[in-house]
């Protein structure tokens, strides 16, 4: 029988059905600012619901055909009193959005691995074309099931620090923006959560 601990209040914004093998669950909070996370089979999954704006110079070079490159990272860190913290798992997807002011449309490149101009990388990358900057940030505020780590990287008991963050990825900028970026470390992130979790909640 599966357990489940429930942080907050329910909040049911995911629209696929549970997997039949959660062991274990965190949910989203009423104002959609928690993260959920769920153990299936072996595989530790994250979902959020984001919710940030774009800087006027990013949306600004966005409508002038400028592709802008974003980056969602997860860390799950355990605290150490002894010692530096320890990083258990670290995964990274990378996001490259561009206008096209002939058709109108917005296209969504997303990957594991950082894209280049032309929305390719190192592995495989997904495409999808958008109607509006809503819809297509929408998308990019979502996250559904990202795998996030390995049941088996996880230590046996103790807490741990879940770590979400949303940000541009500035070195991929045209020069002159990466200029007028200069001095504004904070400028790039457009969301960071972090959140306790007991591992035997997950076990």
Known sequence: MASVLWLGTVA????????????????????????????????????????????????????????VHFVQSARMVSERWYWSDKLI?????????????????????????????????????????????????QSMQRITRWSVAELSQLPSSGELLVELQMRIDIAQLPRPLQIGTLGRKSWSVLESRVQRVDVLSLQ
């Open 89 to 137: 798992a670290q995964v990274e997807r990378h996001m490259r959005l561009s206008y096209q002011p002939l058709t109108r449309r917005w296209r969504l490149y997303s990957s594991s691995s950082p894209l280049n101009e032309r929305g390719q990388g190192g592995g495989v990358a997904l495409g999808v074309g958008f109607d509006s900057l809503d819809d297509a940030l």
């Open 12 to 67: 049911p914004v995911w629209a696929e059905a549970e997997a039949p093998s959660a062991v274990a669950e965190l949910s989203v909070d009423a104002d959609n600012r928690g993260l959920q996370l769920r153990s299936t089979g072996e595989v530790l999954q994250l979902s959020a619901a984001l919710n940030f704006e774009l800087p006027t110079l990013v949306e600004d070079a966005l409508y002038k055909g400028i592709p």
